[in-house]
């Protein structure tokens, strides 16, 4: 479902060019599970950017479903955001001041093919599925623990029913316990529900629990293997 | 993106910093405020000078003696100081120019009455039986003056309602009293209703005599003050004007116009005159007021982008939960509008009160139109529009990257 084909990405800086990314190519199937590790620099979030047509590549050509991302207006980028893929940041990034629900709601109002009535079920299925307590619905999402909140952002990206979810670094701020809570979830999520996950790391152990690992260094894949 | 999710989103967004909020609010509020309360200001002093005109009569012509000026229509010297216009020049015209309903010749001074001791200085005027009719005047108490009482001089006297309370006591009943208007003793025969306004042109301060009884008695001779004749229809008040200075010229054998021993006011010109003046005030005050508004929707739009700054995360996080620009910019829109549409109604209720307050309290009148309110809630949602819209395409057009990278 998701194909790369010399994916280079550079930015210009200072008059100089510099690739980020440089001919990356890679398959994705349905339902994989796959970690892309790298060293801070290498290129992982811009690449991930790109996987979730928030960002275009510089040259080369990324097809999702068949689709050639490049050649989308913003709009129809942004209903495949919508519609295709949840993204879990690093520093998950919840509205504050508003409640647990509200936020895993939030991108509902953006997809115009989910009725209204709906959307409370779909909540409450997305906050079962990635296991945060009844009682925590309704709290403030900055009255939560840091492994609470990524569980909040979590079911925020579930709750479209995404084909593939993202997630950048779910687990670099959180300690290794709650950590593998985190985890733990995806490894569910990619086993029981069949969500294509792409996660995000530097860390080796975190890399480990994917069912395949994709090595990036300088913009370049040095290695790609099951593990 | 639905409408009421817009809206949610909005109620939130205002009341997530209220106080912020409600100081851009306020400023709107003053904008408003200030239009509605000024223009109502303009509106009320025009509409008094309308009022003020139309109460000394409708399609009113004012023939006084005196010389005419070379560029206008002011009389030269004081009133009745010449002694130019005679009883004869009133039944000429009245007999002499088409499209008239009435002329009505007065006779008038300014004489001290005396009543049981009290004393006051008023204007007599004399008048004949057409003169209530043309200046819409109406009897409170007793009866106007007959053409009998004309013909034979009688000394008979209607009061306004102002000389009565002078003379008399408040609101009392002086039918069959006597008084002494520069010494000659009258009966008072009549009150006539108050028409408002004080001062020059006030119908109620002064006292109606029968014509020719003020030329034997008060000012002695056969010359009189004015003549009003009233026209059949506005549209014939110059055509009549021409008539009526055709016919005095030649009676008065003046070939040269400008060199008339008379001039006529026509009341339509002051009217419209007046009405000019009082349509740039307002337009002067809107302006006033409109600058204040503009400094509200300033207001806005900095707050706007302050808020679009600080929300950049929330923008990027957003779009990459599948926002699409127009719907980040209808959000920042659809806020700034509701502040200035909030502002609009508030600013609405409290100019009203203003309004209505000057109008208690000060001696202006004021008049609240249904334009003067529906331009205020156009022009502020408009505001809401203009200012908004910068900030809005700013934070639509943010990267989602940059602006996730945004701290
Ligand atoms: N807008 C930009 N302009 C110029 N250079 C950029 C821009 N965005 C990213 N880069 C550069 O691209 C490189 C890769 O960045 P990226 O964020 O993809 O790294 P990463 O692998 O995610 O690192 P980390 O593990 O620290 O998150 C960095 O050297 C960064 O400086
Ligand atoms: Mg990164």
Redesign the interface.
């Known amino acids: 479902m998701i194909k790369c084909e010399k994916i280079t990405k550079s930015y210009f800086v200072g008059g100089t060019r510099t690739s980020v990314l440089k001919d990356v190519s890679f398959e994705i199937g349905e339902g994989e599970y796959v970690a892309i590790m790298g060293p801070s620099g290498s290129g992982k979030s811009t690449l991930m950017?790109i996987l979730?047509a928030?960002?275009r590549p510089t040259s080369g050509q990324y097809f999702l479903d068949g689709k050639n991302v490049f050649d989308l207006s913003?709009?129809e980028m942004?209903?495949i955001?919508?519609?295709k893929i949840g993204?879990v940041?690093q520093s998950f990034?919840l509205?504050p001041?508003?409640t647990v629900l509200r936020n895993v709601i939030?991108?509902l109002?953006?997809?115009?093919h989910v009725p209204?009535a709906t959307r409370r079920a779909k909540a409450e299925k997305a906050l079962n599925a990635v296991g945060l307590e009844t009682d925590q619905w309704t709290h403030l999402s900055n009255q939560l623990s840091g492994g609470q909140m990524q569980r909040v952002a979590i079911a925020?990206a579930l709750i479209?029913d995404p084909s593939i979810i993202l997630a950048d670094e779910p687990t670099g701020n959180l300690d290794s316990k709650t950590g593998a809570v985190v985890l733990d979830t995806f490894q569910k999520l990619n086993k029981e529900s069949g969500h294509t996950v792409i996660l995000i790391t530097h860390d080796k152990h975190v890399a480990e629990h994917a069912k395949r690992i994709i090595e990036i260094k300088d913009g370049e894949i040095i290695s790609d293997s099951p593990c | 993106m639905i409408f009421s999710d817009l809206f949610e989103e909005t109620i939130f967004s205002m009341s997530s910093n209220k106080s912020r909020s409600a100081l851009t609010i306020l400023g709107i509020v003053i904008g408003i405020a200030s239009v509605i309360a000024l223009i109502s200001v303009g509106q009320g002093t025009s509409k008094g000078i309308t009022d003020r005109i139309e109460s000394l009569g409708t399609n009113l012509l004012v023939v006084m003696p005196g010389q005419q000026r070379q560029a206008g229509n002011i009389v030269r010297g004081g009133m009745g100081s010449s002694q130019t216009l005679t009883l004869e020049d009133a039944e000429a015209i009245k007999t002499g120019v088409t499209d008239i309903t009435a002329v009505a010749p007065t006779v008038s001074a300014r004489k001290q009455v005396a009543v049981k001791g009290k004393n006051t200085n008023t204007s007599i005027y004399g008048i004949d039986t057409s003169y209530f009719g043309i200046k819409n005047i109406e009897m409170e108490l007793g009866a106007q003056i007959t053409d009998q009482q004309i013909k034979s001089r009688a000394k008979v006297a209607v009061l306004g309602p102002t000389t009565r309370d002078d003379l008399f006591d408040v609101e009392a009943n002086p039918v069959g009293q006597k008084i002494k208007i520069s010494g000659q003793e009258f009966t008072v025969i009549g009150v006539t209703k108050a028409k408002g306004g004080t001062g020059m042109g006030s119908s109620d301060d002064l006292i109606y005599i029968p014509l020719a009884t003020a030329q034997q008695y008060i000012i002695g001779n056969q010359s009189i003050s004015n003549i009003n004749i009233q026209v059949s229809s506005a549209d014939l008040m110059s055509f009549v004007q021409a008539q009526v200075q055709e016919l005095l010229l030649q009676r008065h054998r003046i070939a040269d116009a400008t060199q008339a021993d008379f001039s006529i006011m026509n009341q339509a010109d002051m009217l419209s005159a007046m009405s000019s003046v009082a349509d740039t005030l307002t337009l002067l005050l809107a302006a006033i007021a409109g600058i204040s508004l503009l400094v509200g929707g300033i207001g806005i739009m900095n707050m706007m982008l302050t808020t679009v700054t600080e929300r950049t995360r929330e923008i990027g996080l957003r779009k990459s939960l599948g926002a699409t620009s127009n719907d980040i910019s209808s959000q920042f829109l659809a806020e700034s509008v509701s502040l200035t549409f909030i502002g609009g109604i508030i600013g609405i209720i409290v100019g009203w009160g203003a309004s209505l307050l000057i109008g208690k309290l000060g001696s202006l009148t004021t008049v609240i139109t249904l334009w003067s309110v529906l331009l205020s809630v156009g022009v502020s949602t408009l505001v809401g529009v203009v200012f908004g819209y910068y900030p809005s395409r700013r934070a639509a057009k943010l990267d989602p990257i940059d602006a996730l990278r945004y701290q």
């Open positions: 950017h979730g928030l960002d913003e709009e942004a209903a955001r919508s519609e993204f940041f990034n509205l001041r508003s939030l991108p109002i953006y997809n115009g209204k925020r479209n």
